[in-house]
């Protein structure tokens, strides 16, 4: 049924329009989330580590690409923040090469794209995606940790309620951030997110002969959702690693370890690697989503960390002051403007 079911997915694929398929769809999706914070370490806020969370997270992290289809603004805004295309040349479509460093802002990267006759609606911007997401957690942490030590420590029953309240909303939304983070994290793990390669070879050289044939949702969709089981992407993943470094380059890292893995997809691919129950196939998908696994857990937990040393409100506090006592954050965190 499975060998049936191949040729009518590629067909189907061939005639859509979109230039990317969606990452991983729901189910490499799903276990990424669920595996990363199932395997987070106790320092992590309880609330985080409970199962109810992680479902819920597990289901966040699909959000990104369920949100598509609300409309031509959204959709172009929004779509090209799953990718970024490298070029055999390590360019970026042809611009700015991909590399640390990055431009410090979207928009000191679009004028580096412009001059070489693109933009990045075309060329992708997934590396500001991730580094998006991983400075909004931070400060949503930041924020948790003086809403908990501020509730703890107040005496007026009316503040005191209102930072509990805040506290509340500040759960759900952490949830939806790192959902949020978890899905461009994916797609980073995700070779055919890096790559002006996205879905077959394409009119570049192709000296070794690979496909020009759309197997990008192919492979991240109906292969691996026959093929990874969560268990099994767990097992795979590697230990804690903390880079000690910027979130920008740690981004622009992974993502060309992801990107180091497209000549070799192709060269699987060509040699029917990717078809039910092959080994090679299975292995290298596998290696790939529990690469997002990791690198998720890692950037929650370097996230938590990191906002100890934050500060919140307007006008800002300091959270180690807050959490030692030395500062009121009342009026910086409801407002007295």
Request: net charge negative; charged share 25%.
């Amino acid at each position: 049924m499975r060998i049936a079911i191949f040729p009518l997915v590629l067909t189907a694929l061939a005639v859509m329009a979109p230039s990317h398929v969606l990452a991983w769809g729901g189910h490499g999706h799903r276990i990424i989330g669920v595996a990363a914070m199932e395997a987070l370490p106790e320092e992590i806020p309880a609330f985080l580590r409970d199962p109810t969370a992680i479902s819920q997270i597990g289901e966040l992290s699909r959000e990104p690409d369920r949100s598509k289809g609300a409309g031509k603004i959204h959709d172009s805004n929004r779509d090209a923040a799953h990718f970024v295309d490298i070029d055999d040349a390590g360019l970026v479509m042809g611009g700015p090469k991909f590399e640390s460093p990055l431009p410090a802002t979207r928009a000191d990267y679009e004028k580096l794209l412009q001059a070489a006759g693109t933009d990045s609606w075309k060329a992708g911007y997934l590396q500001y995606s991730i580094v998006d997401q991983y400075q909004q957690l931070t400060l949503d942490f930041a924020y948790w940790r003086v809403l908990v030590a501020a509730e703890a420590r107040e005496t007026d029953p009316g503040r005191r309620a209102w930072y509990a309240t805040d506290r509340a909303l500040r759960e759900g939304l952490l949830k939806m951030t790192i959902g949020s983070l978890s899905h461009y994290v994916a797609d980073g793990a995700q070779p055919l997110h890096t790559t002006v390669h996205y879905n077959g070879w394409g009119d570049y050289p192709n000296p070794k002969g690979y496909t020009k044939a759309r197997i990008h949702g192919v492979f991240e969709g109906e292969f691996t959702r026959a093929h990874v089981a969560l268990a099994d992407l767990k097992g795979a993943m590697t230990p804690l690693r903390l880079c000690a470094c910027a979130i920008e380059q740690r981004t622009v890292d992974y993502i060309l370890t992801g990107f180091a893995e497209v000549e070799p997809f192709y060269a699987l691919e060509k040699a029917g690697a990717f078809t039910p129950e092959d080994p090679r196939g299975v292995a290298f998908v596998l290696t790939r989503t529990s690469a997002g696994a990791s690198e998720l857990r890692d950037l929650v937990v370097e996230a938590w960390r990191d906002s100890a040393d934050s500060q919140v409100g307007w006008r800002p506090v300091k959270v180690a002051d807050v959490v030692s006592g030395a500062v009121d954050p009342f009026d910086a965190l409801y407002s007295i403007d």
